[in-house]
């Protein structure tokens, strides 16, 4: 998660194997070749146009409005403009207010948008209206168990994927895949998707992207690196416009190729077009590993800036809560996450609350927080490195944890590892 932080406050007992003579996997020119970031900009402006023309037109048309909004969340997953998101909510809050026959579709539709903005609260009440009309019972079936997993109902979450198995298909494939990811089954998880993968719908494009792409993370998750990368470029060769899975190659090329200018490269190439914040925060990363002090701190206060805009709402809580407890800063982090936790009791938010206890000198607390909502629950790494540090001197655990960590050397990336080494 927020590596670029953590490297600088790792204790000294963690080591890892080294990763040289690696043959590199990324083909920059490939890569770069594919890429064309703007291919869809004429045809959103085009369709924006069209149907903002239609809307004006015909102003109670809510079909309109439901089309709109569509548009508009389809080109904030391209370029990651937050007004986008807020014009998606706008149409599809006013269509709520007058649809009758069309009112579950629009239900769905604005909780999957605050799901975007981590209004997840708000997204659940969304879909229980939803479920209560019992218009296409397994639409909201779906967007229930997404809602559940996000606020750590998990128990709940289970019973509602016992509902989607029984119908099978696409969608429950990979809602199981994150299920067993949750429970630390990242090979069953891995099974899941490519069960999927084994099962999709030669017309359905969209489905095939989405796939490739989360199987590009979750082999990198498994340290399957070439996998990964050549899930991500069947990504990019559905979609050239697809970010998230240069992102993703911009990992491999720093954290396993060791090609810190090609990761910057590629980084540098998404935010020419792209406004998501926390590419910042991996742009500064790189920076800090060259030890670039200065324009890793000049990234990570740009993605402060963009990040605490009032648009992007709790989006990015997490990061945000990290970056200000680590610059002393601990009684506006503690608030945050305290609040983040009230939305969203999973064990990843908790584990923030229990790490931000532990940077203010709340040691009891955290330990607390820590035993009762972390440890067994997520197998995240970065968890598991604050709880190393919160439970400094449990020897027992802290053997466990370096067990589980030993295999996470990609996930954690070259600095972390650095920093590590640094301190043994």
Known sequence: ???????????????????????????????????????????????????SSKLAQAPNQLSYHFKLAGLYNERFAAYGQIDDLC??????????????????????????????????????????????IGEN??????????VLMELGRYQEAEQVLAKIYQQGGFQYLIRKAKWEDHQGNLDFAIA?????????????????????????????????????????LMTLQLDPTNWYAIKGMAWIAYAHD?????????????????????????????????????????????????????AYGRMYSGP????????????TALAMATKE???????????MLA?????????????AIAQQHVIGQTHEPVAQLHLLDIFADDAEMAKTLRAELATARFELGPLTYQQIKREK
Request: charged share 15%; proline share 3%; net charge negative.
């Open 192 to 232: 899941m998707l490519e069960e999927a993968k084994a099962n999709l719908n030669a017309q359905d494009q969209e489905q095939a992207i989405w796939l490739y792409s989360n199987l590009g993370d979750f082999y990198g998750h498994h340290g399957e690196v070439a996998k990964a990368y050549t899930h991500y």
């Open 355 to 367: 790490w931000v206890h532990f940077k203010t000198g709340n040691l009891a607390t955290a330990q």
């Open 87 to 132: 014009q998606a909510e706008s149409l599809l809050q006013y269509g709520l207010q007058y649809a009758s026959i069309q009112r579950p579709a629009f239900l769905r539709a604005l909780a999957r948008t605050y799901i975007s903005q981590h209004r997840f609260q708000e997204a659940y009440a969304l879909v229980t209206e939803a479920l209560a």
């Open 320 to 331: 945000i809560s990290e970056i200000l407890v680590a610059t002393g800063q601990g009684t």
């Open 341 to 351: 936790v009230e939305q969203r009791a999973t064990p990843t938010t908790y584990d």
């Open 258 to 310: 060791g090609n810190i200018p090609l990761a910057k490269t590629l980084l540098q190439t998404i935010m020419r077009t792209n406004d998501t914040p926390d590419l910042h925060l991996r742009l500064a990363e790189l920076y800090a590993y060259e030890g670039d002090a200065g324009c890793a701190e000049a990234e990570t206060a740009a993605f402060l800036a963009t990040a605490q805009a009032l």
């Open 1 to 51: 998660m927020y590596l670029l932080l953590l490297a600088f406050s790792l204790p000294s007992w963690l080591g890892f194997l080294s990763n040289n003579d690696v043959a590199p996997v990324v083909d920059q020119t490939a890569v770069i070749e594919i890429f064309a970031p703007l291919q869809r900009a004429a045809y959103f402006d085009q369709e924006l146009s069209f149907w």
């Open 137 to 146: 019972p397994r639409a909201n079936s779906l967007i229930q168990y997404d």
